[in-house]
Every structure is written in structure tokens, then in C-alpha cells.
């Protein structure tokens, strides 16, 4: 089954997207190749090289998570902006 993914809000308006996505994927990676591929351009803006951007998190069912972390069937996968205030 396809893990539901949520984007951060400004790449969801970027590429006129309505969360949840559904998507496949057996890890995060995997899912951002799938994104990538259906929205070309987005892989950019969420890693870099081989790693997330530094101001991307990610959570897979809620906790945190990396690009290696598995993807259980019907999972919800959020990639969060990380914002500093002050």
C-alpha cells in the first residue's frame, strides 16, 4: 500500500500539489525518486547530494526519520521546513 506523503507548504504551492500524495516506496529515498519523477525538479529541493537539506526533517509515522528509513506499507511521511524564530 502507498504511504501517504505531505510536503511543506511552499513546495506544495511551488508544484500546485494537494497532500497527501499517495506514493511507493520501500524507503525515504525511494519515495523522494518517485516525487522526483512525478514532479521533476522536486528531488532538488529536498536533498542534497546524498543527504536532506538542511532545513528539510522528515518523519515517518511520526518519528524522525533519514533518507535509509523503511517505509512500512500505509505509512504517513512528512518532510517538514525547518524554521528558526527569534
Known amino acids: ?9 511552499q513546495l506544495a504551492r511551488l508544484y500546485q ?6 506514493v511507493n516506496g520501500a524507503r525515504v529515498r525511494d519515495l523522494i525518486a518517485e516525487l522526483d519523477r512525478l514532479y521533476p525538479g522536486i528531488k532538488d529541493r529536498l536533498t542534497e547530494g ?3 537539506r538542511p ?16 517505509v512500512p506499507p500505509d505509512a504517513e511521511v ?3 521546513a525547518a524554521v528558526a524564530g527569534g
Open 1 to 9: 500500500m502507498a504511504a501517504r506523503v505531505y510536503l511543506p507548504a
Open 17 to 22: 500539489i494537494r497532500p497527501p500524495l499517495e
Open 50 to 52: 546524498r543527504t536532506l
Open 55 to 70: 532545513y528539510i526533517l522528515v518523519f515517518v509515522n511520526r518519528e524522525p526519520a533519514d533518507l535509509d528509513t523503511p
Open 78 to 80: 512528512r518532510f517538514v
